[in-house]
């Protein structure tokens, strides 16, 4: 694929540099201009670009600083790659530098990427889904300096006891699970921490709610972490039932295959 002078928004995965698209990948191999937060996308990367690509670390730029530097090298005809952690759609705060290019006139295209959530579902080893313990999935932060809109308060979302990933949320321990207390979960509920999944030094945690704060303190996790609290994510329960997807039923026809008669 040939580069257009615009600027493109790349997820670049969770961390471990083979975690980003195909794509992705491809875009920062032929960018003229690359930016980059040097804290969380994986620093690897950048040895994939062209060897006379500029990079910038972006982690000391404000919001107009960023998207000046994107206008003057657009401008003059070259390509920028924006390189995101995760998915550039969760807390990439993408909307304010998708507006503020849109008001210049700057063409911008998104990748997605592996987000953290994924990589973290992925090294505990948990299906966010399960039939008939939950099919859902919320996203989630707890409240820190950014405010929670009314209707999103931590408790009213757990009321709904489903699978809910919490990023941005580590320093926030006390509050999550008075929140999840009070929405009628249990100390002994399961909780699995995942800090910096896909890293050479990713930590699986395995702790309950009730321990949770102890347990984070004890391994001295404070940022960088995924937060699942899920029924999904209880090996005990999972033991004790038969939590099963129709999709591979013997008895269950789809549109690929045929279910036999029981
Ligand atoms: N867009 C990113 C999220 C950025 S917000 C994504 O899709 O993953 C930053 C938060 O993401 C962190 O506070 C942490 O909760 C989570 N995070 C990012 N990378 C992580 C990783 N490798 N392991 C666990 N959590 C991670």
């Given at each position: 694929?040939?580069?257009?002078?615009?600027?493109y928004?790349?997820?670049?995965g969770p961390?471990?540099?083979?975690?980003?698209?195909?794509?992705?990948l491809?875009?920062?191999?032929?960018?003229?201009?690359?930016?980059?937060?040097?804290?969380l996308?994986n620093?690897v990367?950048?040895?994939r670009a062209?060897?006379?690509?500029?990079i910038?670390?972006?982690a000391g730029?404000?919001?107009e600083?960023?998207?000046?530097?994107?206008?003057?090298?657009?401008?003059?005809?070259?390509?920028?790659?924006?390189?995101?952690?995760?998915?550039?759609?969760?807390?990439?705060?993408?909307?304010?530098?998708?507006?503020?290019?849109?008001?210049r006139?700057?063409?911008?295209?998104?990748?997605?990427?592996?987000?953290?959530v994924?990589?973290?579902?992925?090294?505990?080893?948990?299906?966010?889904t399960?039939?008939?313990?939950?099919?859902?999935?919320?996203?989630?932060?707890?409240?820190?300096?950014?405010?929670?809109?009314?209707?999103?308060q931590?408790?009213?979302?757990?009321?709904?006891?489903?699978?809910i990933?919490?990023?941005?949320?580590?320093?926030?321990?006390?509050?999550?699970?008075?929140?999840?207390?009070?929405?009628?979960?249990?100390?002994e509920?399961?909780?699995v921490?995942?800090?910096?999944a896909?890293?050479p030094?990713?930590?699986?945690?395995?702790t309950?709610?009730g321990?949770?704060d102890?347990?984070?303190?004890?391994?001295?996790i404070?940022?960088?972490?995924?937060v699942?609290?899920?029924?999904?994510?209880?090996?005990?329960l999972l033991?004790?039932g038969?939590?099963?997807s129709?999709?591979?039923d013997?008895s269950?026809?789809?549109?690929?295959?045929?279910?036999?008669?029981?």
């Amino acid at each position: 694929m040939e580069l257009e002078a615009k600027v493109y928004i790349v997820g670049s995965g969770p961390g471990d540099p083979d975690l980003i698209t195909v794509k992705g990948l491809k875009i920062l191999e032929k960018a003229d201009v690359i930016l980059y937060t040097d804290s969380l996308v994986n620093p690897v990367l950048m040895e994939r670009a062209k060897k006379d690509a500029l990079i910038f670390k972006s982690a000391g730029m404000n919001l107009e600083e960023l998207v000046d530097c994107m206008e003057e090298h657009v401008k003059s005809g070259k390509s920028v790659a924006r390189m995101h952690t995760g998915d550039p759609a969760v807390y990439g705060a993408i909307y304010e530098q998708m507006k503020k290019l849109k008001q210049r006139g700057i063409a911008y295209q998104i990748i997605p990427g592996v987000s953290s959530v994924f990589a973290a579902a992925a090294a505990a080893e948990v299906e966010l889904t399960i039939p008939e313990l939950t099919q859902t999935v919320i996203l989630t932060r707890a409240e820190g300096r950014t405010p929670m809109p009314e209707k999103e308060q931590l408790k009213d979302l757990a009321a709904h006891h489903c699978s809910i990933a919490l990023f941005l949320s580590a320093t926030l321990i006390k509050k999550i699970v008075k929140e999840f207390l009070e929405a009628g979960w249990n100390e002994e509920d399961a909780v699995v921490v995942v800090y910096r999944a896909s890293w050479p030094d990713e930590k699986v945690v395995r702790t309950t709610l009730g321990s949770l704060d102890e347990t984070m303190r004890k391994e001295g996790i404070r940022k960088q972490a995924m937060v699942i609290i899920s029924k999904a994510a209880d090996e005990a329960l999972l033991e004790e039932g038969t939590f099963e997807s129709k999709l591979y039923d013997k008895s269950f026809t789809h549109g690929y295959r045929k279910g036999e008669s029981v």
